[in-house]
């Protein structure tokens, strides 16, 4: 049995290694926001989501199919919750339960398999009556071969056999074994046989003639002959002990990565949850093939902002199509990070089969998704922050793909504008030139301006909207780049909003003195 509800037709490696760079993804889009909400104080919610989300797929069929089985769980939330609990009774009922799969003796591995699969049948019998409620009710492909799956291996007759190949296990009447004569004597070709029919008249049985044999009896204290017939008993049922312990290797194996895949679409539940509640819009995205440069855009919203404002975050609206540059320019604390981080999750988010948080949201799908975002400096920087700054660029080169897209977050700004600008324009022009798409918010109004005046079809320039009066309304237009980043309006805001209030409370404390 196989849950297949990542992918169509294979299971999801947990065990998987991390992309190269998944701690920037993590750091520069604020994934953890978006992980914790999803996990809702789950560990293994949270490790699951953490694996699942960041391997982008870029196969149209997989992305849909996940979309309508992420949109069934979130219609039909209570069957979904119930069959995770489902998987979960099976999984703790085995780590409640002592047995001896790695113990030398085959009676012992068939113990324990027998009463492993005796607790399961119930758990089985739980999981074929949901599918035969809930079938109906799923819309998707993904649940409609699962339930498929689960009525056709969990018939009635299904449970009638292995109930009684149980009962036949547990050698009621004694194990039936036969064996040859090697060399030297020694047994050899132990095969463990199927017990003879009893004649269902008790008279017959009891007075009827028996097949000739001959019959030994081991006295109660011969501690070496009970060892010798437990080994040849041993020899007889290991076959049958190992296949048994397989086979309930195969039900647990399968209830756990049920559970794990189940995991990620409760997580996908959770975040909708979450959202919906805060009044945050949500959509299904229309992904488009990677070799398309497509951008239709309305009302999309950084999805890790929203969640801890508890407020819903200014949209923007961007339709680039053709588009393989984008550069994002204009006033400081405009909006322009908070856009860029946006569009980082919401590709990630698409990409993973997940919903977007956006009015509607219609993207080529991406090869790979890399940041390259200004770092503070700290001590651990072993040279200058522009060192540091090519370093990573470098790293990214190596792995970058075709079709890659790429998030750049005022880089290349350590040094001086010309050479920031150089440096960056170069880096941009390679990289177009190997067809990576690339979002760029900047301050070099070098490089800004020096790519608007060679301007193509292929680039778009966007600027964070400031009104005459200095506010920001966190909105992006189509526009040329500016000379200026109005960093004058936040020394008004912040230094001399202070001396204002220094003014104000020293008048105030000549009032009293004068009063006192």
């Given at each position: 049995m196989k849950a297949y509800l990542l992918y169509r037709d294979r299971d999801f490696n947990m065990h998987r290694e991390a992309e190269w760079n998944e701690p920037a993804l993590v750091q520069d889009l604020g994934l953890n926001t978006l992980y914790q909400t999803m996990a809702q104080g789950d560990a293994f919610l949270y490790d699951v989501i953490k694996r699942v989300v960041p391997v982008s797929s870029v196969i149209l069929d997989e992305i849909t199919y996940r979309q309508t089985i992420l949109n069934d769980c979130i219609i039909h939330e209570t069957t979904v919750r119930q069959l995770y609990a489902i998987a979960i009774e099976a999984i703790e009922t085995e780590r409640k339960s002592y047995y001896s799969f790695f113990s030398a003796?085959?009676?012992?591995?068939?113990?324990?398999?027998?009463?492993?699969?005796?607790?399961?049948?119930?758990?089985?019998?739980?999981?074929?009556?949901?599918?035969?409620?809930?079938?109906?009710?799923?819309?998707?492909?993904?649940?409609a071969q699962f339930f498929s799956m689960i009525q056709r291996e969990l018939t009635d007759e299904y449970f009638v056999t292995i109930r009684l190949c149980l009962k036949?296990?547990?050698?009621?009447?004694?194990?039936?074994?036969?064996?040859?004569?090697g060399t030297g004597n020694k047994g050899i070709s132990y095969v463990l046989r199927k017990p003879h029919e009893k004649d269902p008249n008790f008279l017959k049985r009891l007075l009827g003639k028996r097949s000739p044999s001959l019959t030994f009896r081991i006295a109660d204290r011969d501690e070496n002959g009970a060892r010798a017939l437990a080994e040849l008993e041993a020899r007889g049922i290991n076959l049958v002990a190992n296949a048994l312990a397989q086979s309930a290797d195969h039900i647990l194996s399968f209830f756990t990565m049920l559970r794990t895949e189940l995991a990620f679409y409760l997580g996908g539940v959770n975040l909708h949850n979450e959202l919906t509640r805060r009044g945050l819009a949500v959509c299904v995205p229309a992904p488009r093939e990677r070799v398309?440069?497509?951008?239709?855009?309305?009302?999309?919203?950084?999805?890790?902002?929203?969640?801890?404002?508890?407020?819903?975050?200014?949209?923007?609206?961007?339709?680039?199509?053709?588009?393989?540059?984008?550069?994002?320019?204009?006033?400081?604390?405009?909006?322009?990070?908070?856009f860029l981080r946006a569009i980082g999750l919401a590709q990630i988010m698409m990409q993973c089969g997940m919903f977007v948080t956006a009015s509607s949201f219609s993207a080529n799908m991406c090869d790979g998704i890399l940041t390259h975002y200004k770092r503070e400096e700290d001590a651990s920087m072993k040279s200058?922050?522009?060192?540091?700054?090519?370093?990573?660029?470098?790293?990214?080169?190596?792995h970058i793909k075709e079709h890659s897209l790429l998030l750049c977050n005022e880089s290349f700004s350590a040094t001086n504008e010309r050479e920031g600008s150089e440096i960056a324009r170069q880096i941009i022009v390679a990289l177009l030139q190997k067809r990576v798409k690339i979002v760029f918010v900047t301050h070099l109004y070098a490089l800004a301006h020096g790519l608007h005046e060679q301007k193509t079809q292929g680039m778009m320039f966007l600027r964070a909207e400031r009104r005459p009066d200095g506010e920001r309304?966190?909105?992006?237009?189509?526009?040329?780049?500016?000379?200026?980043?109005?960093?004058?309006?936040l020394y008004q805001r912040i230094f001399l909003s202070q001396s204002d209030e220094q003014t104000h409370d020293k008048s105030a404390s000549a009032d009293l003195s004068k009063v006192e």
């Open positions: 003796s085959a009676s012992s591995v068939l113990y324990g398999a027998r009463e492993m699969i005796q607790q399961f049948v119930d758990v089985l019998k739980a999981l074929r009556a949901v599918a035969d409620s809930q079938a109906g009710q799923f819309q998707s492909e993904g649940f036949e296990l547990k050698f009621g009447g004694g194990v039936l074994i036969s064996a040859g004569l398309e440069r497509w951008h239709a855009i309305e009302g999309l919203y950084d999805a890790s902002l929203g969640l801890r404002s508890g407020r819903a975050p200014v949209g923007n609206d961007v339709h680039g199509d053709g588009k393989e540059l984008v550069v994002i320019t204009g006033a400081n604390q405009g909006g322009k990070s908070t200058g922050k522009l060192d540091e700054e090519l370093k990573r660029m470098s790293a990214i080169i190596e309304t966190f909105r992006l237009i189509d526009a040329e780049p500016l000379e200026t980043s109005y960093g004058e309006d």
